[in-house]
């Protein structure tokens, strides 16, 4: 009677273990990060941010030519985390979605970055220029 207890717990404990390391796999417990850097050129004006998860606001500041912002989490458990920016330069805008729990599987950090020219985007978790390339996002 006891070893067939102990072999019903260990089978639970390993079904466990297996959803764990399944939803793990699926990034939903893996932690995101997500950084702005303003690139502007330094004599003009600021860029003010605005970024949110829904009514959370997570970033609501002005960056300065070389400054950037970061913020990290977790999706939530049904996969529908989705973070969005705006953005403000002088007379110009742009605003998008930096983080769609459905987009993101593969990667963990996300870069974006703000020039003259519109955003720039990368994945490098150490430097942000490794694979940086253009975003469809352009100031309007």
């Known amino acids: 009677m006891a070893s067939t207890n102990m072999n019903v717990f260990f089978s639970y404990v390993v079904i466990f273990l297996y959803l764990v390391h399944m939803i793990e796999a699926n990034s939903l417990l893996q932690k995101h990060h997500i950084h702005v850097y303003n690139e502007l050129p330094t004599n003009s004006a600021s860029l003010f941010v605005y970024c949110a998860l829904k009514d959370d606001v997570v970033a ?5 030519s070389g400054d950037q ?3 990290s989490f977790r999706s939530n458990w049904l996969g529908t985390t989705l973070y969005y920016c705006q953005f403000w330069w002088g007379s110009k805008q742009s605003s998008f979605d930096v983080f769609d729990a459905h987009w993101y599987a593969t990667y963990n950090t996300l870069n974006y970055i703000a020039r003259e020219d519109g955003f720039y985007r990368s994945h490098d978790q150490d430097n942000y220029l490794n694979g940086l390339k253009k975003s469809r996002h352009d100031w309007s």
């Open 60 to 64: 609501n500041q002005t960056l300065n």
């Open 69 to 71: 912002l970061s913020w």
